[in-house]
């Protein structure tokens, strides 16, 4: 039982009080359904984030070949030779680490290059790095904004953000996901406030689009700035991979625009590309900036090439859509619930059930399948799931075979289909 723990543990043995978890915690973490749900959390991966990837089972403590269905390597660039190449390069040249943090001694002239670099691919004049894609949407709300200010968030925003805006000190509101009319009546409602509204490209439990020209059409009337969250669309979406707000064709609509490294771009940190002024003044309140240590240079040397060769042509897009286009199909064959779906995310949800849910994920590994289950609170109670990552590298044997294992564990238990 991986949550069972004394107060000893804390070394307060003769104060009680001192930091005991409370009762609600104690009775959550005993029930059986959820430690057999935390013996899925952190298995050690054996191998790298591949299609085929050998990972130790927390259940059976098993370790087994699988097929890799939840990483977010989603164009396999975290293992791509030119890339690794230029990452073992700048090791070489430059250490490991930045060794300090951006504002003081942490900025390379790889970090200045690589910033300039997504600047331009944003169509932004400015861009700055964050060591994580958490902290740079922390950092960016902190940035932006002040005690009295309103963030205004889509329901079905990421807790990086509601993390950022509660630590500015602004007034948190959501508008219903993806719903225009809606946040019309939320900035209505703040009309005297200075506002920011929040939105993601791709919404990463759900996979669907974010509604950027009806979002647009409300902002552009309220004269309050867009916000997007790139993540998951960033390399993927629009005819060069620029994102939603290209695939939308409002990239000038949209005044920030968030991006990650740890997900297409197959390395990790967190880049926000803005005017000038913005940038500038961000800086300065942005705790994950100036209080934590910069990009490590090997990463940053990777992630140039990332972009480099995610860009050059669009190989590794094409081959991700075409993948996600067959695992669709096949999957649709199975008339499994893949929600609103419109990108390489694809949600097959299962219900409130999270023992169906947790039992179901230790099967398909033990069938060879990797697959996660997202319970609450990631998602809604009603509506735990598992989440597919398609990545560029699958071969359709695997989507094949990872399908066959879909339908025996989870399809048929569920009776969507016969047999
Ligand atoms: N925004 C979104 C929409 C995300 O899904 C995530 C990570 N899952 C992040 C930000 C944080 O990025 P990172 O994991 O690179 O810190």
């Known amino acids: 039982d991986p949550l069972k723990f004394s107060l000893a543990d804390f070394g307060w043995n003769d104060n009680p009080d001192v930091l005991a978890p409370p009762e609600d915690f104690q009775e959550w973490s005993h029930d059986p359904a959820v430690a057999m749900g935390m013996s899925l959390y952190e298995q050690p991966l054996q191998s790298s984030p591949k299609p085929r990837t050998r990972i130790r089972n927390g259940f059976d403590g098993e370790e087994r070949d699988t097929i890799n269905l939840t990483s977010y390597n989603y164009l396999g660039l975290s293992t791509h030779p030119e890339v690794v190449e230029a990452a073992k390069q700048a090791a070489d040249e430059y250490g490991l680490s930045a060794s300090g943090a951006a504002m003081l001694s942490g900025t390379?002239?790889?970090?200045?290059?690589?910033?300039?670099?997504?600047?331009?691919?944003?169509?932004?004049?400015?861009?700055?790095?964050?060591?994580?894609?958490?902290?740079?949407?922390?950092?960016?709300?902190?940035?932006?904004?002040?005690?009295?200010?309103?963030?205004?968030?889509?329901?079905?925003?990421?807790?990086?953000?509601?993390?950022?805006?509660?630590?500015?000190?602004?007034?948190?509101?959501?508008?219903?996901?993806?719903?225009?009319?809606?946040?019309?009546?939320?900035?209505?409602?703040?009309?005297?406030?200075?506002?920011?509204?929040?939105?993601?490209?791709?919404?990463?439990?759900?996979?669907?689009?974010c509604d950027l020209p009806a979002i647009n059409e409300v902002c552009k009337a309220h004269q309050t700035p867009i916000y997007i969250d790139e993540a998951h669309s960033t390399l993927m979406f629009g005819e060069n991979g620029r994102g939603v707000a290209e695939h939308f064709g409002l990239e000038d609509q949209v005044g920030i625009s968030?991006?990650?490294?740890?997900?297409?771009?197959?390395?990790?940190?967190?880049?926000?590309?803005?005017?000038?002024?913005?940038?500038?003044?961000?800086?300065?309140?942005?705790?994950?900036?100036?209080?934590?240590?910069?990009?490590?240079?090997?990463?940053?040397?990777?992630?140039?090439?990332?972009?480099?060769?995610?860009?050059?042509?669009?190989?590794?897009r094409d081959k991700m859509w075409d993948n996600v286009a067959y695992f669709k199909e096949n999957l649709e064959a199975l008339n499994l619930d893949l929600g609103e779906t419109e990108s390489q995310i694809i949600p097959i949800i299962i219900g409130s059930d999270g023992r169906q849910l947790y039992s179901m994920a230790i099967q398909?590994?033990?069938?060879?399948?990797?697959?996660?289950?997202?319970?609450?609170p990631a998602v809604e109670?009603?509506?735990?799931?598992?989440?597919?990552?398609?990545?560029?590298?699958?071969?359709?044997?695997?989507?094949?075979?990872?399908?066959?294992?879909?339908?025996?564990?989870?399809?048929?238990?569920l009776g969507t289909v016969g047999g």
């Not at 060591?131 to 904004?145: D, E, F, I, K, V």
């Not at 398909?364 to 609450?376: N, T």
């Open 108 to 209: 390379f002239d790889l970090h200045e290059e690589f910033a300039q670099q997504l600047a331009d691919f944003k169509q932004k004049d400015a861009c700055m790095l964050f060591s994580s894609g958490l902290g740079g949407n922390m950092g960016a709300m902190q940035g932006l904004l002040r005690k009295g200010d309103v963030l205004v968030i889509d329901s079905k925003c990421h807790r990086s953000v509601v993390d950022g805006g509660t630590l500015s000190g602004a007034k948190l509101a959501t508008f219903d996901h993806n719903d225009a009319e809606h946040l019309d009546a939320v900035l209505d409602k703040y009309s005297d406030k200075r506002k920011l509204v929040v939105v993601e490209g791709v919404y990463s439990m759900d996979g669907d689009l």
């Open 258 to 316: 968030f991006g990650t490294l740890s997900k297409s771009f197959g390395g990790v940190g967190g880049f926000v590309c803005a005017n000038e002024a913005i940038i500038r003044y961000m800086k300065y309140y942005a705790s994950p900036f100036q209080f934590s240590c910069a990009l490590p240079p090997p990463i940053v040397a990777g992630m140039m090439k990332s972009l480099e060769v995610a860009t050059r042509d669009s190989t590794l």
């Open 364 to 376: 398909c590994q033990q069938r060879g399948l990797f697959l996660q289950p997202v319970d609450f």
């Open 381 to 413: 109670a009603h509506a735990r799931r598992f989440r597919i990552s398609v990545s560029s590298q699958l071969t359709k044997e695997d989507i094949d075979e990872a399908c066959n294992i879909i339908e025996d564990v989870i399809a048929k238990p």
